[in-house]
């Protein structure tokens, strides 16, 4: 038997409480979310020419008559100064660039493509043709391409595609005769999210506006402190123009494992003001972090000094301005700048991402003063470290509230039982110290980033469980996510993830459909569901959170059933109307291993079904292995 009491609305559920962590991790950024399809674009790269073949590839090594060459145009522009030199002095041989793209180009039939790039010519008469090739190399699109003058100028074409390929390369001859110099050469879909040129990723964007993200954090993760200081990540040097952001190696480049070199950059193309954009677009709270001058602690131990905070806390200053100052302002011009005059309601941002001890509060302590002398009415989110028990852990616990930390980021990867044992963690949380975040969180099947450590039924459901618990402690846990959340199938580093998708499809885990019913179900405040008086937090495997939409007037029950016994429950809600109707969300799976893949993405997905109940009673049936939501009128 469960009692659910629609009359007493209990704690209110922050609008923040369901969100999205996103870090550029498994080519989530570059190669990923954003469309860009051209790898080492600027030839900023370690090695320049990374990415790229000359053509043909056979004669232009010792070619003195068609040389190609990198210089450096630092006084053009410092931040992005390899320039590609064309010399073209025999008009009849074939000279040209090939570029790989990310593993391979995606490419749609039927599609547009914006190419572009950065050029200008020094003498001569030399035109572009540009060739999209597909994975038999026949040409699959092409166009041509005119320059004009010595100015650096931007040259643009559009290529329709006729073939559909996921291995696509792009090939760009040089033709006729004398010298050109070239750099960002880009290549773009026009259908990129919201039709935005230079874009973001339709595909993986709607899954995510889908999600009804309470919330963004971005840009990190580990990414957010850099494996040393100089390799942090710096938004201010992620806005402005395209072609002046000054690219890094990604943090998670591995250790160049089969590689020869890092290939694993950051553009920067998603730098800070898409970022704010995209949460604007899909009605989230933007959360950013900022790194509080401590490196990755599990790469070094370098640190910015104390007395040398200054930068740091001017970045966090800054960022509160870019995203929310007036556009006289140095920071809110230059949002206005990039096309976005109003201000992007900026509320919140993390200090530092997953760091700890004494060196983690005392720069804590200084940046967050700082931030709230001039702006009060910002959330900071601090963190406790990678560990959700143990010595870190209650260290962090003790110092914050000195600190008088506001809400504060747990993070936890642990395996699937560990989630089940603990939908009650927060039951007895201390109600007048910080509020939390569960900023990342994921049940492990296996080793943490092992191949075999998979998104399957088990993880989902115990997440499932688990998040009965958060939410029955809204009142505590403001905020919630879980970590990483895309992964290429081909290029990861990581697992499990909430998304992983190819060069041209995308599909969303168990783990995401938990999360996104969770999310598109929250509800504006809980309510009683008890069993026996009891709270349902695993005994016969059964789980249970209820909340009512004062919006929708509904009421909102989630059940899970972890037990390998289906359960029939007697269901009893006070404060229904004589008659009522609803729908019932259900994820059913027998075989706890089971997963969704990118050629079956829909093994594991809910269904949808209506429900009709009398004076608030019926008997409802949990299949084993179960989650389901129920959206009744009250
Ligand atoms: O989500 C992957 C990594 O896990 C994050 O970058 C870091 O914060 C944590 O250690």
Redesign the pocket.
């Known amino acids: 038997k469960v009692e659910v009491d629609a009359t007493k609305p209990l704690v209110t559920i922050q609008p923040t409480m369901y969100g999205i962590?996103f870090?550029d991790?498994n080519f989530a950024a570059d190669g990923g979310l954003y469309a860009e399809l051209i790898k080492n674009r600027s030839f900023e790269f370690e090695y320049p020419w990374m990415a790229w073949k000359h053509l043909p590839e056979a004669e232009t090594r010792f070619n003195t008559q068609n040389e190609l060459t990198i210089y450096n145009n630092s006084k053009g522009n410092p931040n992005n100064p390899r320039v590609v030199r064309v010399d073209k002095r025999d008009e009849k041989k074939s000279l040209g660039l090939q570029n790989e793209g990310f593993d391979g180009i995606g490419i749609k039939k039927g599609e547009k493509y914006d190419f572009s790039a950065l050029a200008r010519l020094n003498r001569g008469s030399i035109s572009l043709l540009v060739e999209i090739l597909n994975s038999k190399d026949q040409v699959i699109g092409s166009t041509v391409l005119n320059l004009l003058g010595s100015n650096w100028q931007k040259i643009e074409g559009v290529i329709t595609a006729t073939d559909t390929d996921p291995k696509c390369k792009i090939n760009v001859f040089f033709k006729g005769a004398g010298q050109l110099d070239i750099d960002m050469i880009s290549l773009f879909p026009q259908d990129t999210w919201k039709g935005r040129k230079g874009g973001l990723r339709k595909d993986l964007v709607q899954l995510l506006a889908d999600l009804k993200p309470g919330f963004v954090r971005f840009p990190?993760?580990?990414?957010v402190e850099g494996r040393t200081l100089a390799e942090r990540y710096q938004w201010k040097k992620t806005v402005g123009k395209i072609e002046n952001r000054q690219q890094i190696v990604n943090r998670w480049n591995m250790e160049f494992k089969h590689r020869p070199a890092p290939d694993y950059y950051q553009t920067f193309g998603l730098g800070f003001f898409e970022y704010f954009l995209m949460c604007e677009d899909i009605g989230a709270t933007p959360l950013p972090i900022l790194s509080c001058g401590l490196a990755c602690q599990?790469n070094s131990s370098e640190m910015q000094p104390l007395e040398e905070l200054d930068p740091f806390v001017q970045d966090a200053l800054d960022l509160i301005e870019f995203a929310n100052g007036g556009t006289d302002t140095k920071w809110g011009a230059l949002r206005a700048e990039m096309g976005h005059p109003a201000p992007f309601n900026l509320q919140m941002l993390g200090v530092g991402?997953?760091q700890w001890g004494e060196e983690y509060f005392e720069r804590y302590a200084i940046i967050s003063k700082a931030i709230h002398a001039k702006y009060p009415n910002i959330k900071i989110i601090s963190g406790t470290g990678?560990a959700s028990d143990g010595e870190l852990f209650e260290q962090a616990e003790k110092e914050l509230p000195k600190l008088n930390a506001q809400i504060v980021d747990e993070?936890y990867?642990k395996e699937p039982q560990w989630f089940r044992d603990n939908a009650t963690r927060y039951d007895n949380y201390d109600r007048n110290r910080y509020k939390i975040f569960a900023g990342?969180y994921a049940a492990q099947s296996s080793a943490v980033a092992s191949p075999e450590n998979k998104n399957n039924w088990e993880c989902a459901l115990s997440e499932a469980a688990y998040l009965t618990g958060l939410e029955r402690n809204a009142d505590v846990v403001y905020m919630t996510s879980y970590?990483?959340l895309f992964a290429h199938v081909n290029r990861w580093q990581?697992t499990p993830d909430l998304i992983w998708f190819d060069n041209l499809t995308s599909f969303g885990t168990a783990n995401y459909f938990v999360q996104k019913l969770y999310a598109n179900n929250a509800g504006t405040k809980t309510i009683g569901i008890k069993s026996n008086g009891q709270n349902l937090t695993g005994k016969d495997g059964l789980y249970g959170a209820a909340s009512v939409d004062e919006k929708s007037n509904e009421v909102i029950i989630k059940l899970v059933n972890t037990s390998a016994d289906a359960q029939r429950i007697d269901l009893n809600i006070s404060g229904l109307g004589v008659k009522t109707n609803g729908k019932v969300i259900s994820m059913v799976e027998k075989d706890l291993k089971n997963y969704n893949t990118i050629t079956e993405p829909s093994k594991i997905v809910p269904t949808e079904s209506v429900i009709s109940i009398e004076k608030g009673k019926t008997m409802l049936t949990l299949e084993p292995y179960s989650f389901k939501v129920y959206r009744i009128k009250k």
């Open positions: 962590f870090e991790i990190g993760g580990c990414i599990f991402n997953e990678p993070h990867y990342e970590a990483p990581w």
